[in-house]
């Protein structure tokens, strides 16, 4: 979990479209 959340905060400050960042979290989510 440590690890998915680091790569979370890492994909959320990046520069992206809102809808990459909410598609990235979706699939994070399904997969905890």
Same mark, same amino acid.
């Given at each position: 979990?440590? *690890? !998915? &959340? $680091? +790569? &979370?905060? /890492? #994909? &959320?400050? #990046?520069?992206?479209? $809102? +809808? *990459?960042? !909410? +598609? #990235? /979290?979706?699939?994070? /989510? !399904? &997969? !905890?």
């Amino acid at each position: 979990v440590e *690890i !998915i &959340l $680091k +790569y &979370l905060s /890492f #994909v &959320l400050n #990046v520069d992206k479209p $809102k +809808y *990459i960042k !909410i +598609y #990235v /979290f979706n699939k994070i /989510f !399904i &997969l !905890i």
